[in-house]
């Protein structure tokens, strides 16, 4: 769905809008940084409702209750129990006990109408991401949802849409994007040690079907959500680092997508194994991607790819490489090679043809050597890394779970635009629908749709923030 078809069939219509701003305490910010969109308002403590307190939900929690000029005043789930694990959780920290929301699946609403929150925190299964960042939208109240993000492209412009009416930012909780080695490359880029980032093959590869069931063999949220899909199901965790690096929506924008996907019955193998030969999956396979390879262009002809390898039995391996004109990072193992700077030897051209002769001398490829990405931290460690590694060592996610919430309080305490936008929000949510569509029609080529529309050529790409 195009931007001009959206907007007929929208059902954002002005009176919908009208209770913009009613609850909430954002006020007119300055267009910087963003297209429409202008940087938080500063505020020095910013007062936070969180919506979905499960397993990511209460981890996150706890990362920040350790971040300084934040407090949790609203807490909202299902389960009393949650609620209650969290605010005692808030109280432990040395804050005052946050107000409990567990009404059903619509109290969050209640909760953004109290009319003092800075910012929400969306934990909650998929198919509620849209719904809460739209209320919280309308409320006037900046929202951080997690990952994948939306799961349709509809979704993606509404969320565009909303956030640019109502100057609140719709956030993605991608913290990929702060792992210690993906920002120290991205510092790297900034100073010009890579040169241009050109291709980069990221993905998903680890063995986690077992997130898609509970514990009597019926599909959890996530394993609804993915069922007979054959595209990227899952795009953002890579996705989101990928294109920071390569500056997408900031000098440059995703433009299409050419996806395969490949059938391994891992249900139907998985099925069997634990719950036994009468699980429906095991006479019916669900016909769908085990693997998902998707190839998106970008529209100054650089190229980014993408796996979803997270059914079939394998080891962990998170992987991003990213080839750049001056250099190669290789994030498993975590080595770079610089291209006039690491160990090797390159000093002539190797294996030419002779003219006269026709004969190839020499013929040796030239040496080059990988180096640990360790090697440039004392140079190159982004400062916010510099700053907070003791705290985030003990967080999840190699610390980026922690710094993720740091930085995105930090932001908003002094005044500045978010690492993430809607922008990013919707472009890395909308491979989800595009992947999809190339997949099931002989991996096509799909246009992916430029949510900034045009404003990418005029942004500049994400500064490096100081800690
Ligand atoms: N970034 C990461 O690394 C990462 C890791 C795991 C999960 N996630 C994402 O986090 C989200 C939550 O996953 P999870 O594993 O914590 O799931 P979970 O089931 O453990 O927790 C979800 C919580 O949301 C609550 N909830 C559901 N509907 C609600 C509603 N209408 N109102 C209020 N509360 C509601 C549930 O009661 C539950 O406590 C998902 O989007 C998932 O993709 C991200």
């Known amino acids: 769905m195009n931007r001009r078809d959206f907007v007929r069939k929208a059902a954002i219509g002005s009176a919908a809008i009208s209770v913009l701003n009613k609850s909430s305490r954002l006020t007119a910010a300055p267009a910087v940084g963003g297209g429409k969109l202008g940087s938080f308002t500063a505020v020095d403590n910013v007062r936070v409702g969180v919506i979905g307190v499960g397993n990511r939900g209460f981890n996150l929690v706890r990362n920040l209750l350790q971040v300084p000029n934040v407090q949790i005043v609203a807490v909202c789930d299902l389960y009393e129990a949650r609620v209650k694990r969290t605010q005692d959780a808030t109280v432990a920290a040395g804050f005052d006990r946050p107000d409990g929301y567990a009404k059903g699946e619509y109290d969050y609403r209640r909760m953004l109408e109290r009319g003092d929150l800075d910012l929400v925190l969306i934990m909650t299964p998929w198919e509620w991401h849209h719904p809460m960042a739209v209320d919280s939208l309308k409320a006037g109240i900046h929202n951080s949802m997690e990952v994948p993000g939306v799961q349709r492209l509809d979704e993606c412009w509404e969320l565009t849409e909303l956030s640019e009416k109502s100057g ?54 996530s394993g609804k959500g993915v069922m007979g899909h054959w595209g990227n199901v899952y795009a953002s965790h890579f996705a989101g680092p ?87 990072y290789e994030h498993t193992e975590k080595r770079v090679h610089i291209g006039d700077h690491s160990p ?72 500045e635009y978010p690492d993430i936008d809607v922008y990013d929000t919707a472009a890395w949510s909308s491979i989800m629908e595009t992947s999809e569509e190339s997949a099931r029609n002989r991996s096509k080529p799909v246009d992916i749709p430029d949510f900034t529309r045009g404003m990418w050529k005029k942004r500049d790409r994400l500064p490096i923030f100081s800690a």
């Open 168 to 221: 609140a930012h719709c956030m993605c909780l991608e913290n990929y994007c702060y792992f210690r080695e993906i920002m120290a490359v991205y510092n790297m880029i900034e100073q010009g040690l890579f040169g241009d980032p050109l291709h980069v093959y990221a993905g998903y590869q680890k063995e986690s079907l077992y997130y898609n069931f509970n514990s009597d063999g019926s599909l959890s949220f």
């Open 242 to 328: 990928s294109a920071q690096w390569m500056g997408i929506n900031r000098g440059d924008a995703f433009d299409y997508v050419v996806s395969m996907g490949v059938w391994g019955k891992a249900y139907k193998i998985y099925t069997e194994r634990y719950f036994g030969d009468d699980h429906q999956f095991v006479k019916n396979p669900p016909q769908m991607a085990d693997v998902s390879n998707s190839m998106i262009a970008t529209k100054n002809g650089k190229c980014l790819s993408l796996i979803h390898d997270t059914r079939l039995p394998r080891p962990y391996r998170h992987y991003f490489r990213l080839q750049a004109s001056n250099g190669i």
């Open 344 to 415: 090797g030897d390159w000093s002539a051209p190797r294996g030419l043809v002779d003219p006269k002769t026709g004969r190839r001398e020499r013929l040796r490829t030239p040496r080059r050597e990988w180096e640990p990405l360790a090697n440039y931290y004392a140079d190159y460690e982004h400062p916010v890394w510099a700053k907070v590694a003791d705290i985030a060592a003990n967080s999840g996610h190699g610390g980026g779970d922690y710094v993720m919430m740091y930085r995105l309080i930090k932001s908003m305490n002094r005044g």
